[in-house]
C-alpha cells in the first residue's frame, strides 16, 4: 500500500488490492458530505414527526416546552405544533367518583354513606389544572374535598331527619360545597347523589318503630273522623224524620180523620163484593169492614 497523496487541499488515499493487483483511490471528502447528509436527513424526519400531534375525543392538549407550562393547550385533531414541545392530555369527559365513607351525625352517631359525584374539567383552564396539581388531579383534590364536604354536611342533621325526610337537603349542602371548592381550581361539578345511607341497627330499628306508631296513629285519626262524620250524618237524618213527623202531627186532625172514615165508607158500601160494616162505640168511630 502506497502512502496518501495529497492533491488540492483534499486527502486522497491510495490503496493496493494485492489480490486483483488494483489500486484504489479513495475521496474522504464525498464520503463525508453523505454521511452528514444522511444525518440531516434523519433529524428532519424526527422533527416532523415531533410536529404533528394528535388529541384524542373528549381530550384537550396541554403543551409543555422542557418541563414549563407554555398555556397553550389544543382541541381534539390533529395539530402541527413546535417539535420541543410535548403534548400532554387530559380528559373533559364527565367523570364520576363514588365514595363510601362513615360519617357522624348531629348526634355523633356514625352512620355509612354511599356517595356519587359528577364532574368534569374544565377545558378552558386546562393548563392551569396541569401546571397547579397535575394530571392525577382526583386523587390529589376531588377525593379529600368530597369526604371533608360529606362530613361537613352530615354534621348539621339529625340521624333521624337523614334517614327520612332530608336526604335531597344533605345532597344539595354537599354539592354546594364542592361547587364552591372545586370552581375555583377549574374543575365544575355536574351532581352530587345520595345513594344509600346505613344507620345503626339499634337506631335504625327505633326510627322504623316510629315510623310505623306514627302510621297507626294517622289511620286511627282517620277512622275517628270518619266515625265523627258517620255520626253527624244520622243526627241530620234523624232530625229530618222528626221534622217530617212533627209536620205531617200537625196536618191530621179529628176532622180530617172523621172525613177519611166517611169516605172510606162509601167506597166498600160502593163496592160489589159481601162485607159486613161495624161501626166504631164512639161517636166518631170509624167503620171496621170485614169481607166474606
Do not use: C
Not at 434523519?42 to 418541563?67: E, K, Y
Not at 180530617?256 to 159486613?276: D, F, R
Amino acid at each position: 500500500m502506497n502512502p496518501p497523496k495529497i492533491t488540492s487541499g483534499r486527502s486522497v488515499m491510495t490503496i493496493f488490492d494485492s489480490p486483483r493487483g488494483k489500486v484504489i483511490n479513495a475521496d474522504g471528502g464525498n464520503a463525508l458530505r453523505l454521511i452528514g447528509l444522511a444525518i440531516l436527513g434523519l433529524v428532519m424526519i424526527v422533527l416532523l414527526f415531533n410536529s404533528v400531534t394528535r388529541v384524542a375525543t373528549g381530550h384537550v392538549g396541554v403543551l409543555t416546552l422542557f418541563g414549563k407550562v407554555t398555556g397553550e393547550s389544543l382541541g381534539e385533531g390533529i395539530h402541527l405544533i413546535n417539535p420541543l414541545k410535548t403534548n400532554n392530555e387530559m380528559s373533559i369527559q364527565t367523570q364520576t367518583i363514588k365514595e363510601s365513607a362513615n360519617v357522624p351525625s348531629a348526634e355523633g352517631l356514625m352512620m355509612s354513606l354511599d356517595t356519587s359525584l359528577i364532574y368534569h374539567l374544565n377545558p378552558d383552564r386546562a393548563a392551569e389544572v396541569f401546571q397547579k396539581i397535575g394530571a392525577d388531579y382526583e386523587n390529589v383534590v376531588v377525593e379529600s374535598t368530597l369526604r371533608s364536604a360529606i362530613r361537613e354536611a352530615t354534621a348539621s342533621h339529625s340521624a333521624n331527619a337523614l334517614y327520612t325526610g332530608e336526604r335531597e337537603m344533605v345532597g344539595k349542602q354537599i354539592y354546594d360545597e364542592l361547587t364552591s371548592q372545586l370552581n375555583g381550581r377549574g374543575l365544575t361539578v355536574e351532581n352530587v347523589l345520595l345513594r344509600d345511607i346505613q344507620l345503626p341497627a339499634t337506631l335504625k330499628a327505633a326510627i322504623e318503630a316510629k315510623q310505623q306508631a306514627e302510621q297507626e296513629s294517622l289511620a286511627m285519626n282517620f277512622r275517628l273522623q270518619k266515625e265523627t262524620q258517620e255520626a253527624q250524618r244520622k243526627r241530620i237524618e234523624a232530625a229530618g224524620v222528626r221534622d217530617f213527623q212533627q209536620i205531617v202531627a200537625q196536618g191530621i186532625t179529628p176532622s180530617l180523620l172523621e172525613w177519611k172514615g166517611i169516605e172510606a165508607t162509601e167506597n166498600l158500601a160502593k163496592s160489589p163484593n159481601s162485607k159486613v160494616v161495624v161501626i166504631g162505640n164512639n161517636k166518631n168511630g170509624l167503620p171496621l169492614i170485614l169481607g166474606q
